[in-house]
């Protein structure tokens, strides 16, 4: 049973326009939740993270928005690049005092010029 | 330059063969994790270290096997017990198992002929 979940495989955007990629989780014990992105043959690296007791966190061109009632949360891009063309994860962690971080499957973005 | 190496970067082995898998780090992390990823999948947890000397089973921990005799080493043992063996396998490490925040080395793609 999947913990998180983001429900599309895909997504594609032209360059210049804002990417929003979505995640949904169904443990309300999560509190820590990442985003991490993924090159081809490449390791998962580190994007972006937020704590439960904030509902926004904003890096440059990146803002995670996280809905814990809706237990969902979202990563936006403004404006994405064709250098942002990658699989996107998101992370959930904090159930049960564990901060080992529970994957969704990835959402591939592509970055049209 | 501070990071997870995992070597090699492609193994083949034939079926019923055990084949071990290389990570080691210089981030002076206590924690490390070993994951698999198939196509369509997340980030699966198959084994993990707290410290050394110490390690737990993550959630498909059948037919492998690790050790962690020193802090900057974790490798993993694939069994011939482990059906479908073939995979992307991902190492990680953190300061800790209560810090989310993971590092990735760039994986190695096993395939069993």
């Known amino acids: 049973d999947q913990q998180v979940k983001q429900n599309s495989p895909s997504l594609s955007v032209q360059e210049g326009r804002i990417s929003i990629l979505n995640c949904d989780y169904t443990?309300?014990?999560?509190?820590?939740f990442l985003w991490y992105k993924k090159y081809p043959a490449e390791g998962p690296t580190f994007l972006i993270s937020?704590?439960?007791?904030?509902d926004k966190n904003e890096d440059g061109r990146f803002t995670v928005f996280l809905n814990k009632s809706a237990k969902h949360l979202s990563l936006h891009i403004v404006p994405s690049q064709p250098g942002d063309s990658a699989v996107y994860f998101c992370?959930?962690?904090?159930?049960?005092?564990?901060?080992?971080?529970?994957f969704g499957r990835g959402t591939s973005l592509i970055v049209h010029p | 330059d501070g990071g997870i190496t995992q070597s090699p970067k492609y193994l083949f082995r034939k079926e019923g063969q055990n084949v071990t898998l290389s990570c080691e780090q210089n981030?002076?992390?206590?924690?490390m994790y070993w994951y698999r990823q198939d196509p369509g999948q997340g980030l699966r947890l198959i084994y993990y270290?707290?410290?050394?000397?110490?390690?737990q089973k993550g959630d498909i921990a059948e037919g492998y096997s690790v050790s962690r005799e020193k802090k900057e080493s974790f490798p993993l043992t694939v069994t011939s017990a482990q059906k479908n063996p073939t995979a992307f396998y991902l190492c990680?490490?953190?300061?800790?198992?209560?810090?989310?925040?993971?590092?990735f080395g760039d994986g190695t793609r096993l395939s069993i002929l």
């Open positions: 270290s707290q410290i050394v000397n110490d390690f």
């Open positions: 992370a959930a962690s904090g159930s049960g005092g564990s901060y080992i971080p529970t």
């Open positions: 990680a490490s953190s300061i800790s198992t209560l810090s989310g925040t993971q590092h």
């Open positions: 443990n309300s014990m999560f509190d820590y």
């Open positions: 981030l002076n992390h206590d924690a």
């Open positions: 937020i704590s439960s007791i904030k």
